[in-house]
């Protein structure tokens, strides 16, 4: 299997942008996706095939991505989505992958 | 309501035992590949095995290979997760999880991911 590596983490101000990245090898041939963790809560998927977003998730979170890195911006940051945030990719049998996760702060 | 419910957690000395269950409701559970992914005190997620929508294809992670067991009931709406030979690094909450996937004609994955989680079953192993 492969690694995907994210920093541990990013601090921003509420109302900037905050960039998320995880880099794989595998990453130009499958996708990504997102997930976020709040305390003592279950992941919640915000970002699958790289870009989409599912229904009711809000539209300041978006996902890019460029050869072996994955990218999620969340604009205009507010406090409710400090969090982890993890990505995934699988391999080509389906063995899943999760990046170290990056602990989002809301300063 | 579309949910996943675990159960079946609990403390277990090493060695032991333990069977967890994940109860879906809401959807059509026979049509879907359902998942184990399990996330020890503090640290990050980590899968632990799948099994496809008949049970007919099931794959684990190598930290459990040859301990834990994956199955289904179908007609029961219901996911199973044996654990045996527990370890005190199996001490984790262990959560259930939908899949989304699909294959091209060759079987290779065009996309997998996770859309529906449970609220996990925390499994606690020491003496």
């Known amino acids: 299997s492969y690694e995907l590596t994210q920093p541990p983490s990013v601090s921003v101000s509420p109302g900037q942008t905050a960039r998320i990245t995880c880099s794989g090898d595998?990453?130009?041939?499958?996708?990504a996706y997102w997930y976020q963790q709040k305390p003592g809560q279950a992941p919640v998927l915000v970002i699958y095939?790289?870009?989409e977003r599912p229904s009711g998730i809000p539209e300041r979170f978006s996902g890019s991505s460029s050869g072996t890195t994955v990218t999620l911006t969340i604009s205009g940051v507010q406090a409710e989505d400090e969090a982890d945030y993890y990505c995934?990719?699988?391999?080509?049998?389906?063995?899943?992958?999760f990046g170290g996760g990056t602990k989002l702060t809301v300063l | 309501q579309v949910q996943l419910v675990e159960s079946g957690g609990g403390l277990v000395k090493p060695g032991g035992s333990l069977r967890l269950s994940c109860a879906a409701s809401g959807f059509t559970f026979s049509d879907y590949y359902m998942s184990w992914i399990r996330q020890a005190p503090g640290k990050g997620l980590e899968w632990v095995s799948y099994i496809s929508s008949s049970g007919s294809t099931i794959y684990y992670a190598d930290s459990v290979k040859g301990r834990f067991t994956i199955s289904r009931d179908n007609a029961k709406n219901s996911l199973y997760l044996q654990m045996n030979s527990l370890r005190a690094e199996d001490t984790a909450v262990y959560y259930c999880a939908r899949v989304i996937n699909s294959n091209d004609s060759s079987g290779y994955i065009l996309y997998w991911y996770f859309d529906l989680w449970g609220r996990g079953t925390l499994v606690t192993v020491s003496s």
């Open positions: 995934q990719s699988a391999d080509s049998s389906g063995i899943v992958v």
């Open positions: 095939k790289d870009s």
């Open positions: 595998a990453l130009p041939k499958q996708y």
